[in-house]
Every structure is written in structure tokens, then in C-alpha cells.
């Protein structure tokens, strides 16, 4: 590192690549051994939720689309992440994606619909979850609930979700 250069200032530049690839490999490792409803690895849904924006246009979608549920559903924090390298604006994108206690569901999507980043990838994650060949490996009673979930989540957020692909 150059003289002067501290270390927060080498965090926030911003490298497309290295996020892409830091943002992969962290989901990998965060999601190690979990599984979905359906008994799938549960890294797959985030892979196919990245795989919805080019990581070369879109680097901060597609890296968000990775790390969208590390947070929420597994040990690691927004610090951890911070600390594994992740970029300030892809940790802003993954704290809005992320539920927490204090925050009502109705406040938590009021806050991802008045981000167009996030909005879209909350957008990629209920088409993922709505994804009928996934909810056809689900039991029926699951399927419903998931169904009427993301229902009210895509009219929180003013999406239209038909053919959920």
C-alpha cells in the first residue's frame, strides 16, 4: 500500500472483479451445508439470484444477488463482511436487503422500494422464490405460504410478478 494510504481509503475503491469474485466466495463459504425447503445447496438460490444481472454492468446487483441472504441466514454480519473486503456500497445494498427485528416488515420493504438497487434485487430474489419448478419440489401447504408471502412482498414493492421466471 502506497505511504498515506490508509486502510479504509483501500476498501473503499471500488474493483468490479475483485468484488464479484470476494462477493461468490464469501456467499460459498457463508452458506456452507445449508440446504432450501426443497433439500437443494441453498447457495444455489443465491447464484441464480447474482446470475440475473451481468456482473460486468451491473457489479453491484450482481454482488448484492450473492450476499442477499449471508446476513440473514447464517453467522455472519455486516462487520464480517466489511472485514472480508466487501465494499461499502455492496454492504449498504445487503443491509437493505436484510430483515431485521426492529424494523416492520412494511418499513423494511418501504426502504428496499425507495432504493432502485435493491428494489430490483429483492425483485430477482421473489422470482427466484416464486420459481414454479422450485415450488413444485415444495409441500403443497409450503407452496401456498411462500406463494401468499412473496404476494404481499411484490405488492409492497409495486412488482408484478407474473410467471414468477
Not at 433439500?39 to 444481472?53: E, I, L, M, S, T
Not at 454492468?57 to 464480517?80: F, K, N, Q, Y
Request: hydrophobic residues 40%; glycine residues 6%; contains cysteine.
Amino acid at each position: 500500500m502506497p505511504t498515506g494510504t490508509s486502510v479504509s481509503a483501500k476498501k473503499n475503491e471500488w474493483d468490479a472483479s475483485i468484488q464479484v469474485a470476494l462477493a461468490r466466495t464469501v456467499a460459498v463459504i457463508a452458506h456452507r451445508g445449508q440446504t432450501d425447503k426443497a433439500g437443494a445447496p441453498y447457495v444455489a438460490h443465491a447464484a441464480r439470484v447474482a446470475a440475473r444481472f451481468d456482473p460486468t454492468t451491473r457489479p453491484l446487483e450482481h454482488c448484492a444477488g450473492w450476499l442477499h441472504d449471508v446476513v440473514e441466514d447464517s453467522p455472519m454480519t455486516i462487520d464480517d463482511l466489511w472485514a472480508a473486503g466487501i465494499h461499502p456500497k455492496v454492504l449498504a445494498l445487503v443491509a437493505l436487503l436484510t430483515r431485521r427485528a426492529e424494523i416492520s416488515t412494511d418499513e423494511y420493504y418501504a426502504r428496499i422500494a425507495g432504493d432502485p438497487r435493491a428494489r430490483v434485487v429483492k425483485a430477482a430474489d421473489i422470482r427466484d422464490n416464486l420459481d414454479p419448478t422450485r415450488l413444485q419440489k415444495l409441500h403443497p401447504g409450503v407452496r401456498a405460504r411462500l406463494r401468499n408471502k412473496y404476494a404481499r412482498a411484490s405488492e409492497a414493492l409495486g412488482l408484478t410478478m407474473t410467471g414468477a421466471k
